[in-house]
Nanobody, 122 residues
Framework: QVQLVESGGGLVQAGGSLRLSCAASGRTFGSYAMGWFRQAPGKEREFVAAISSSGAIRDLPDSVKDRFTISRDNAKTTVYLQMISLKPEDTAVYYC???????????????WGQGTQVTVSS
């Protein structure tokens, strides 16, 4: 069982930056691929970023890859999402997820966090 707790969300002006953190419980963090998703009001949950268990492989969609960076610290059992040049359309609840592989975490994660709100004002 893995428990995920996101933090770092908040209100930021367009063009600003935020770093989200996701702290994971459990000794098996290093064996999980990790990911971030977001869900804006009235929209479906959207994949934002994934990182392999070792951190060697990172996957981000074209819509954010020039502005978002995913990283992890296995010693701290934490995964991060650094976001720069934020836009109002980035406003959403951001969720952390864990899966047994990068493909798994992108499609059907095994575990989800509760989410953290990011609001970008224009």
């Amino acid at each position: 069982q893995v428990q995920l707790v996101e933090s770092g969300g908040g209100l930021v002006q367009a063009g600003g930056s935020l770093r989200l953190s996701c702290a994971a419980s459990g000794r098996t963090f290093g064996s999980y691929a990790m990911g971030w998703f977001r869900q804006a009001p009235g929209k479906e949950r959207e994949f934002v970023a994934a990182i392999s268990s070792s951190g060697a492989i990172r996957d981000l969609p074209d819509s954010v890859k020039d502005r978002f960076t995913i990283s992890r610290d296995n010693a701290k059992t934490t995964v991060y999402l650094q976001m720069i040049s934020l836009k109002p359309e980035d406003t959403a609840v951001y969720y952390c997820a864990a899966g047994s592989s990068t493909r798994k975490v992108k499609t059907t994660p095994d575990y989800w966090g509760q989410g953290t709100q990011v609001t970008v004002s224009s």
